[in-house]
T-cell receptor, first 109, second 118 residues
Framework: DAKTTQPPSMDCAEGRAANLPCNHSTISGNEYVYWYRQIHSQGPQYIIHGLKNNETNEMASLIITEDRKSSTLILPHATLRDTAVYYCIAPSRDDKIIFGKGTRLHILP | DSGVTQTPKHLITATGQRVTLRCSPRSGDLSVYWYQQSLDQGLQFLIQYYNGEERAKGNILERFSAQQFPDLHSELNLSSLELGDSALYFC?????????????????FGNGTRLTVT
């Protein structure tokens, strides 16, 4: 597996940008980095993914370092509804898509 | 709405029993994945099917089995149920087979089946 490492928890003030880091130093050259989030006990929700270039969609931005060993998910204007567990994953060569413990993001009013 | 449908939403059964969980993938998706999430635990990968064939296997117990049918829906069968099998069971689907090294197909999850074994 391309193992990912994330901080267990983070706080962010409502209205501010939430920056969630992820280390994936063993990622291979053509393996994508994916971000998902899980709100309470709902099904995980796909957010964004990228390979080399920075990506942006209506939910978030993804910044990937040039060496591809780490990335940052940015929620530009966090709201209380963004409180969730955020997972960074890099699918492994043996095709198992493994979710780690993720980062529990608390949005503070 | 992810487009992935899981039934039933809730299931309560007794130890030793057998249950079947059903998943209908998004239209056009060929892969189905099953995950187990126990209380306050992470998502544990169980098994993946692609176009009817088993593609990858995680830590799935021998008491558990799954299959994907020609219409691409999938069923997860859990037998000889134990108290510890109580969990949320999620199904996800994707377009691709998941074959990396160039994996480029997000997973879309259903809302899960909450299984309670008493």
């Amino acid at each position: 597996d391309a193992k990912t490492t994330q901080p267990p928890s983070m706080d962010c003030a409502e209205g501010r940008a939430a920056n969630l880091p992820c280390n994936h130093s063993t990622i291979s050259g053509n393996e994508y980095v994916y971000w998902y989030r899980q709100i309470h006990s709902q099904g995980p929700q796909y957010i964004i993914h990228g390979l080399k270039n920075n990506e942006t969609n209506e939910m978030a931005s993804l910044i990937i370092t040039e060496d591809r060993k780490s990335s940052t998910l940015i929620l530009p204007h966090a709201t209380l509804r963004d409180t969730a567990v955020y997972y960074c994953i890099a699918p492994s060569r043996d095709d198992k898509i493994i979710f780690g413990k993720g980062t529990r993001l608390h949005i503070l009013p | 709405d992810s487009g992935v449908t899981q039934t039933p939403k809730h299931l309560i059964t007794a130890t030793g029993q057998r249950v079947t969980l059903r998943c209908s993938p998004r239209s056009g998706d060929l892969s189905v994945y099953w995950y187990q999430q126990s209380l306050d635990q992470g998502l544990q990968f169980l098994i993946q099917y692609y176009n009817g064939e088993e593609r990858a296997k995680g830590n799935i117990l021998e008491r558990f089995s799954a299959q994907q049918f020609p219409d691409l829906h999938s069923e997860l069968n859990l037998s000889s149920l134990e108290l510890g099998d109580s969990a949320l069971y999620f199904c996800a689907s994707s377009v691709g087979s998941g074959l990396s090294r160039s994996y480029n197909s997000p997973l879309h999850f259903g809302n899960g089946t909450r299984l309670t074994v008493t």
